[in-house]
Every structure is written in structure tokens, then in C-alpha cells.
């Protein structure tokens, strides 16, 4: 099998841990905390793929059908 | 006159616009040309638009979406069983399978995979043959008649010699497999071709019974739980549909296409590619689901779901052991199933409810906190504010 990345899959849009200037003024912006927003595992297979650690927040760049693109977080959990 | 297309850029480039949005308005500004002030005019207009189909704050957008969903499920049929376009493969459909969907089943009760194959596999019928077979379980039943015979305390297995070729399976993969298995001793007969003779451990009829029955569990080729493979052209490239799913096992097999390949379980889905893909799969089969009973509900409502159902970093159903039964009013609770048991157990805890959410207040009388319900107006009294002066 050669080596493939989860991400390739047509149904898994991107994830990227987030780096805290950016991470900052998306909290802002919502005016929330980090654990209020939407969770995602740290067991999760993309959370493992991305190397994705408690207390991260994932950014994900879904592909909308009615959006075009649309960004969303999750928030790293045990 | 008209303005270039890096103007057009920088000037809608910054606008809270999606995407989809802002490609339109660019490829339609380009098309007719206009001047910097028309466009001007124009961008205001579109945010005035824009701003007006936003959903308002305070709007209960999930009584929306229930009832745009729930409305159209009134009118789907109850015909659980639908050939559904692909060849032979049976599977569930209505309201049946939007039921199996909203209540995160862990498995459905019509697996099914699409598998894709890779370049080169894709369009060559015969490699999609064999990578079917190497995905589609082969027992015994498939390749020979398995006879009991009690004069010499023995299973014999006479191999059809033409399903052995089809398949692709040799007399002594059979005779090994069938000996790891069964732990008992299996030999190749000398004097028939293609005979497999199996002697139990200890000559009694118990155990010879009890080897007929257990060597047609075994799963000597393929993956087992899948029950058939079902080779279809879709435009050029060929594609597997397969009754049951194992999607673990399938991403393993050459020359299958692990980024095309996919199964309408959810929660193996949730599994092997995570809570994203879970979303985008719920999404997925509960719009095909509606369309093909020729029902049409904006995405949107099915996408708020979806997102419910997600939103924890695991696929939560809607119903008694997870949305509903997680809210946080006594009374939200109460009202949906088991009454009694959620009311005593409050009473017993000394539960406290805030009357924050709609179903309370409905129940205890009150303004619902929704639309105007949500505005508090506050007055300054003249009279007494000239009073203290």
C-alpha cells in the first residue's frame, strides 16, 4: 500500500493546528473562550494524523456547498 | 471606462462576503464593465442584501430546521426495501434509513461500500474482477460440496475446479486454511483430483456433526462480512459496490482508490476518517436520502444537524441518549420522552431550572425568550428623572 494521507480523502477537508496569534483574535472575535468552541478528539484519526495535542485548536477549512469555503474549530480534547 | 480587474480586487477583496458570493459578484461585475462608482453602489447593495438574508439573532433556527425536515418526512413513503440504481444491491431508503441516520445507528441495517479503484485498475474490467474477489468473502459453500461420510468418519470437500480458477483459490491455500481453522487434520486426497478429505480429532459422530456446521463459518478468501461485490461501469472507470461494509480492511487492498473509497455506516466512517468526514457523510446520505424520494429541504437545515450532531468530537444522535437528553433544562427534558423518570430524578438531586430555553417557558407560561420575546425595553421615567433634578 503506498503511503496516503487521511487528508487526501474526498470526504476529510483540511485541518491545521492553529498558532496562538491567529488563535487569539479568532477568540476575539467570537468573544469565547477556547473550550467552548466545538471539540474534536484527541483520539480522532485526523487529530493523530496532524499530530494534534489536548488543549490545540484545530482549524478546519470546510468546503461548503452554499459557502464556497468555510472555516471552522475545534478544540483539541482528551 | 470600466475599471480593471485588480480595482475590482482590491475593492471587494476585504468585504465579509462567502465565498461563493464574492466569485459571483467579480465575474458578473467583469462581464458587463462598470465604472468605480457604479461599483460602489453595487458592493452597497449586495451588503444591504446580504445583511437582510443573515439569520437575525434570537431566531430559533433549529424549530426551523426540525419542522423543514420533519414536514417532508411526513410524506415519504414507508417502503423500506428499494433497488436503488445500483445493480442489485439492496438498500435502505425513506424514512426508514433517515431514521437509521439521525439516531447514529452503529451499524445500518443495509451496509453497503462504494469501493474506487486506482488508475490503471479503474478501466481494466478483468483487474476490478480480481480485486472484487480479493474483497468478496469466499466459504466453502462457494467452491465445492462438502459431503458427510459416516462409513469412514470423514468431511469430504469435492472443489469445483471452475469456481477455483474464477476465484483464483489453490486446492492447498484451501486444505491449509481450512487445517488452521478447524485444528483438526485436513488432507489433499492422493486418488481424486481436487478432494480435500477432513478427519476429526476423535472418530465420533458429536464432533463430525460439529465440523460440517463450522467449516462453512470459515472465511477462506476475502474479507469477511462482505456477502457480495458488485462490478459497475460508471462513465469510464469502473467501481466496486459491495454488500456489507469493512472499510477498514478494503483501504488495505492494492489498487483500490483510499480517497474516493467510501460506505454509507457513519460510524465506521467516523472511525477510520475522523468526525469531520463523519459531518460531511451525515450530510451526505440525509440529503440523497431526501432527494431521492423527490423532496427537497434546503442543505442548510440538514447541515445544522449535522453540525449538532458532531459539534462534541463525536457522532451524538438526536433523541433520548444525546441532544435531547444532554440539555440542560429539567423541563427541555421532560417534555420529550420518559416524564416521570426526569422530574423525579430532578426532584430527588434538587435540580434547579434556570427557565432559560423555549420548552420551559412554553410549559410553565411564560414569554418565550425568542424574537421580540428577547428584548427587554428599558425606560427612563421622565417624570421622575425631572423630579430628582
Known sequence: MSKFSL???????????MDDDELRTVLKHF????EQLPKIKVTDPIAQEIDAMPGDVVKITRKSQTAGEALYYR???E | MSISEATIDSMIGGLSLPMTTLATLK???MKVGVTKKELEEIIE???ADYEYACVEPCEAVGVVSAQSIGEPGTQMTMRTFHYAGVAEINVTLGLPRLIEIVDARKTPSTPMMT???EEGYATDRDLARKIAWEIEATHIAHLADVTTDLANMNLVVDLN????IQRDVAVDDVAEKLGEELGVSVKVSSAVNNQIIVQPNEPSYRELLQLAKKIHTITLKGIEGIKRVVIRKDGEEYTLYTEGSVLKEVLHIEGVDITRTSTNNIGEIYEVFGIEAARNSIIKEASDTLREQGLTVDIRHIMLVSDIMTCDGEVKQIGRHGISGEKASVFARAAFEVT???LLDAGMRGDIDELNGVTENIIVGQPIKLGTGDVHLVARNPLKDSGEQ
Do not use: F, S
Request: aromatic share 2%; glycine share 0%; no cysteine.
Open chain 1, 7 to 17: 487528508l487526501d480523502h474526498e470526504l476529510i477537508p483540511n485541518h491545521e493546528i
Open chain 1, 31 to 34: 468573544n469565547v473562550e477556547r
Open chain 1, 75 to 77: 478544540y483539541v480534547m
Open chain 2, 27 to 29: 465575474d458578473d461585475v
Open chain 2, 45 to 47: 447593495r449586495v451588503m
Open chain 2, 115 to 117: 469501493v474506487a479503484l
Open chain 2, 161 to 164: 475446479e471452475k469456481m477455483l
Open chain 2, 340 to 342: 416521570v423518570n426526569h
